[in-house]
Structures are given as C-alpha cells and as structure tokens.
C-alpha cells in the first residue's frame, strides 16, 4: 500500500492550491480516506474525510466552505481543493487510509484510525 502525496508549495492568502494523493496497493473504493495537517509545533488534525461507501464527506470546523475533498476512483486518486488559504493553512499535508473501514464515521478526526500515511506535501501560505 503506498500514498503519494503532491501539490504543495507557496502560495499568497486568498490563494488556491489543489492537492492529489495517488493511491496503489488498493482501491480508494474500499476504505475511507482522509486528509490531515500538521504544522510546526503543533499535533496532527483532521482536515477531511470522504467515505468509499457513497462519496459522503467530513471536514473540520476550520476549513468548511473553503476546502473540498474529492476523488478519481479511475485514477486511483484522491483530491483536496483548497481556496481562500489562509496562513494558518500552512502546514504538512497528508493522506491517510483506514483500512477496517469504508466509512467516515464520527470519530475520522482520529490519527489512529489510520493505519496508512503518505509521506506528506508541504503548503505555505504567506505574501
């Protein structure tokens, strides 16, 4: 199973940026998939969840309305569009699989839920 995270980079507040997380080992039709953040000196959060299930999905409180969560399940390839970043945006962007279910359920927010990461996409967002 692998996760390959890219799309990061720098860009001004107000900006956009359009992460991608390429899937293989597996289908993202089976398993829940997330995306997560850290940024310096601080733990791991939850930005979105999408279940494989029916396409439902989660987001926390902080980017509601600003990031959308997606996927190309032709591609294998999961998707975070974000707009209006600010620069408490800027953070170490990752996805994550969890593998026991297929379903964002109330506690996706969980970084042990997870059980694949990829290794991470920085973004920064800063004039």
């Known amino acids: 199973v692998q996760l390959q995270a890219s799309g990061g980079g720098l860009v001004q507040p107000g900006g956009s940026l359009r992460l991608s997380c390429e899937a293989s080992?597996?289908?993202?039709?089976?398993?829940?998939i997330a995306w997560f953040r850290q940024a310096p000196g601080k733990e791991r959060e939850a930005v979105s969840c999408?279940?494989?299930?029916?396409?439902?999905?989660k987001y926390a409180d902080s980017v509601q309305g600003r990031f959308t969560i997606s996927r190309d399940l032709a591609k294998n390839t999961l998707f975070l569009q974000m707009n209006r970043l600010q620069p408490e945006d800027t953070a170490v962007y990752f996805c994550?699989?969890?593998?026991?279910?297929?379903?964002?359920?109330?506690?996706?927010?969980?970084?042990?839920?997870?059980?694949?990461w990829g290794q991470g996409t920085l973004v920064t967002v800063s004039s």
């Open positions: 994550a699989r969890d593998s026991r279910s297929a379903i964002c359920g109330t506690y996706f927010y969980r970084a042990s839920r997870y059980d694949d």
């Open positions: 080992g597996f289908s993202l039709g089976y398993n829940a």
């Open positions: 999408i279940s494989s299930s029916d396409g439902r999905t």
